[in-house]
């Protein structure tokens, strides 16, 4: 039996009994994005198939460096950090190439974490999109830089005078592709086997830098494939040597790194939603409106998307990330860009997102601001045509420019408790604010070079 075929705990049973397979991984998504799995036994996980697994709710209750939170109220120690509930994702069946005969299993918590488990987010809007009569399609891609490092030495080195994996700017060099084919040749087919599949490859400006287009799929299935891709892209990097990283602006002298999302929409019988051919670039209302929801909710919602400190450094001007909710027709200045030409091309891209998205937290913004629009018959402004940078938009449509700022908003957001849960918001909001507190704390090399002589 193929792991890809895998359905049912039936057929989880099958797979395992037929490969003879000892211990099986499984892994959670935390708030920050970051997979949280173990191994379990033969023997455990058969006993699990028929119910669900334990899994200790301190994953929902901890930042990306393992610290508690100490301001939320769904979990910490005032609850004891108890077990919560996990269910297996039998369609998240795959085979891990780097390991002998091992089966992977994502999973997400139910029960009472469900209303704050970031797949189960994502979930819940793709349901509310299907109670509408939609299917949605998302694909995810992301730029990453590689570097001559290892975990140890990039701290050895304080993060600094880190070696990129190629030199300068050299952006869809065939050169550095050829050179390097090896890990490229690596990468895609690890990707491929692991149901990942690239649609595109290819350096971007800046030493060491990759973009990788993941193929679209269901918007559920694509967010998984989003979040396996990160992380197995950084094992395939340190078993070669190299580190990744998914920051979302490394370097002030270089662009940030984007994480784009592209999604569109068919109604039951697989028609798109989107394309009208009769509309001006085929933009059918359906769309506009979509497109109307994400504008006006973007500054709001900000902070699922927009989710660290290192967030806010990529959103500055002339660095190929939008400022303000702004959106064109193939205007990659905006924040929303539209793509068509056919029924099956129609789509929005989601600019403003970055390569440090928790893809299900983010995927959930921007599909779920894009329903309400439709919902509310919400119209956006004229698209921007030429350089968004140098145009003016009203007021509401600009975004915030620190997480701080963006954690208030979202807070206050009648809209996101609307569509997301106050449950959810609530303590996603507490773990931003968080975040914020945390970098409140540091010392950075800025401070000691411009304050430890002078002032």
Known sequence: MEAGDVRSADDARK???????????????????????????????????DGTIGF?????????????????????????????????????????????????????????????????????????ADEMGYQVSTAYEFEFFLFNETPHSVRNKN?????????????????????????????????????????????????????????????????????????????????????????AKWSVDYPGQSGHIHMSLRDKNGNSVFYSPDADNGISDEMRWFIGGQQKLMPELLAMVA????????????FWAPTTAS????????????????PKSQRVEYRVAASDINPYIAGAAAIGSGLWGIENKIEPTAPMVGNAYEQDMPEEFSLPATLDEATARLKNSKAAKELFGAEFIDHYARTREWEVLEARKAVTDWQLKRYFEII
């Open 15 to 49: 797979i395992i009994m037929e490969r003879d397979i000892k211990a099986v991984k499984l892994a959670v998504t935390d708030m920050d994005g970051v997979l949280r799995g173990k191994y379990i036994s033969r023997e455990k996980f058969l006993s699990a198939l």
């Open 307 to 318: 989710c660290t400190i290192n967030s806010y450094a990529r959103l500055v001007p002339g």
């Open 56 to 128: 200790c709710d301190v994953v929902l209750g901890w930042d990306s460096d393992d610290q508690l939170f100490e301001n939320t109220k769904f979990t910490g120690w005032h609850t004891a950090y108890p077990d919560a509930e996990i269910s297996l994702i039998y369609e998240s069946c795959r085979e891990l190439p780097m390991e002998e005969n091992c089966i992977f299993f994502l999973t997400e918590f139910v029960g009472t974490a469900a209303d704050v488990c970031p797949r189960n987010l994502l979930s819940r809007v793709v349901g509310k």
């Open 327 to 342: 959106w064109g027709v193939e205007n990659r200045t905006c924040a929303l860009r539209t793509i068509g030409g056919s």
């Open 159 to 247: 993060y600094t005078d880190m070696e990129g994996f190629t030199p300068g700017n050299f952006g869809y060099s065939v050169l550095r592709s050829s050179v390097h084919n090896e890990f490229y040749h690596a990468l895609l087919a690890m990707c491929l086997e692991m149901d990942l599949e690239l649609e595109g490859l290819h350096t971007e400006t800046g030493p060491g830098v990759l973009e990788a287009a993941i193929k679209y799929d269901t918007a559920l299935i694509s967010a998984d494939k989003a979040n396996l891709f990160k992380t197995f892209t950084k094992v395939l990097a340190q078993r070669h040597d190299l580190m990744a990283t998914f920051m």
